[in-house]
Nanobody, 124 residues
Framework: QVQLVESGGGLVQAGGSLRLSCAASGRTFRHYWLHWFRQAPGKEREFVAAISRNVGRTYYADSVKGRFTISKDNANNTLNLQMNTLKPEDTGVYYC?????????????????WGQGTQVTVSS
């Protein structure tokens, strides 16, 4: 079992930055692929970024590549998402998620563990 708790969301102007964190308890991070997903009002939950469970290789959605950075601290069981040059279309609830596999679409498979989400609002 893994419990995930996100923090760091808020309201920011376009062009600004936010840093999200996800604290985990239970089984340690190194056993899982770690993901960030987001969901805007009226839209499907979409993949944002992921980091692999062994070497920490990172993967990003095209829409955030070059602006967002995912990282993890295995010693402290913390996952982070640094978000720079934010755009209004980045607005949504951001969720961290953990699974034994790399998942980019919740339509095909949903990660086993989810946090409760944190709201990010980017004003224009």
């Amino acid at each position: 079992q893994v419990q995930l708790v996100e923090s760091g969301g808020g309201l920011v102007q376009a062009g600004g930055s936010l840093r999200l964190s996800c604290a985990a308890s239970g089984r340690t991070f190194r056993h899982y692929w770690l993901h960030w997903f987001r969901q805007a009002p009226g839209k499907e939950r979409e993949f944002v970024a992921a980091i692999s469970r062994n070497v920490g290789r990172t993967y990003y959605a095209d829409s955030v590549k070059g602006r967002f950075t995912i990282s993890k601290d295995n010693a402290n069981n913390t996952l982070n998402l640094q978000m720079n040059t934010l755009k209004p279309e980045d607005t949504g609830v951001y969720y961290c998620a953990a699974d034994g596999q790399y998942i980019t679409s919740t339509m095909r498979r949903s990660p086993e563990y989810w946090g409760q989400g944190t709201q990010v609002t980017v004003s224009s």
